[in-house]
């Protein structure tokens, strides 16, 4: 496939990410490691947290999502834990991992140490077996150079390092998986469009007032989809691409999850509810019926935005009395539904593998 040009009007458009050949470099050299490690090693690609569209040249204000990059972190642990390596991009000053257990908690990091009587600072006892276990997984991920964090905060970072990256896990082959949990926004303001300067207070639309009070329009244009063109031409062949697709009506969830598999031609769209992401999400796949993965409740963490009794209303089919039970079940601490997910995407991606699959 040949990209339109919108596409190729994008990258020729704006300046190259001053990082970009950085970043590159990195990544060759990782990947070079490990494919002469263990040529079996397989690489996850994570994107994690949202995209910036700024509203100025130089910078000062600027539109975004509410993604913390809670989702991407998270399973870039558990991913390491399946034994892959893991190429990290988010967004810069959004949740890391293993950092994230303790630097967005609702204590502040301080909290989670004393002072002992001869005047050393200490883990607080209390807090002592959670992070012996975070750290040893921490280390050991450095140890063996497992995980390559790399930081983005604009959407036109993101697209550039995205076709980078792409490209350069091209020796893996199907040892390569995407793993597309970045919230990327749907618009943007072309370049030549954007104020060089900081927008003044003083300033409205044309220099004259917009009905009754001054008004600030902006007006975006879509980012181009990219999606298609990263299966097509960027990724490598036989590699396995998962993207998610986040909604907020129930009704919408799963036809909309399919109609993105369909369009961008990717192995597996998760699909997930804004209300119930933490606690369940939707396989979809093709010629595949829709699969539900879910954590009991007995082991749903709180959430202050989720709304447990939506769990299960996003089914196509009537979920069973056991899956939709909302009633008793002590809440202790919260089992992660991506404790869920990477397992069974593991296993998904090792027949991949094993199958010598090659996407159509």
Excluded at 153 to 172: C, G, H, K, M, V
Excluded at 189 to 195: D, L, Q
Excluded at 224 to 250: C, H, N, Y
């Amino acid at each position: 496939m040949i990209p339109d040009d919108s596409q190729s009007r994008y990258f020729t458009s704006n300046p190259t990410p001053k990082a970009l050949s950085k970043h590159e470099a990195l990544v060759r050299e990782f990947v070079d490691y490990h494919v002469s490690t263990n040529p079996n090693t397989r690489i996850a690609l994570v994107t994690s947290g949202g995209t910036t569209v700024p509203l100025e040249n130089q910078t000062v204000r600027f539109i975004d999502n509410f993604s913390a990059g809670t989702r991407g972190a998270t399973s870039a642990e558990y991913f390491l834990r399946e034994g892959y390596a893991v190429i990290f991009l988010h967004r810069q000053y959004s949740l890391l991992p293993y950092s994230r257990h303790f630097s967005h908690s609702t204590n502040c990091f301080l909290d989670f140490m004393d002072e002992s009587g001869d005047g050393e600072v200490v883990v607080r006892q209390e807090y002592q077996q959670k992070m012996r276990r975070v750290l040893e997984e921490y280390q050991y991920a450095k140890k063996n150079r497992l995980l390559l964090l790399l930081p983005f905060t604009t959407i036109t970072e993101y697209l550039f390092e995205l076709r980078s990256l792409a490209t350069l896990l091209q020796p893996l082959d199907s040892r390569a998986l995407f793993y597309l949990a970045a919230a990327v926004s749907d618009f943007f303001i072309p370049r030549e469009r954007m104020n060089e300067h900081k927008i003044q207070s003083s300033e409205v639309e044309n220099g004259k007032k917009s009905g009754d009070g001054k008004q600030l329009v902006v007006n975006l244009d879509p980012v181009p989809k990219f999606l298609t063109t990263l299966v097509s031409q960027w990724a490598p062949r036989g590699s396995m691409i998962v993207s998610f697709k986040l909604e907020t009506d129930p009704s919408l969830l799963v036809s909309k999850a399919e109609q993105a598999l369909e369009k961008y031609g990717h192995d597996l769209v998760i699909g997930n509810l804004l209300t119930t992401r933490k606690w369940e999400v939707v396989f979809v796949t093709k010629g595949g019926q829709e699969r539900w993965v879910r954590v009991p409740k007995a082991k749903r963490s709180r959430s202050v935005s989720g709304i447990e009794e939506l769990v299960g209303r996003a089914e196509k089919n009537k979920p069973s009395d056991e899956e939709v039970d909302l009633s008793g079940g002590e809440v202790h601490e919260g089992l992660e539904i991506e404790s869920l997910i990477i397992p069974e995407l593991a296993v998904l991606h090792q027949e991949r593998i094993n199958n010598g699959s090659q996407r159509a």
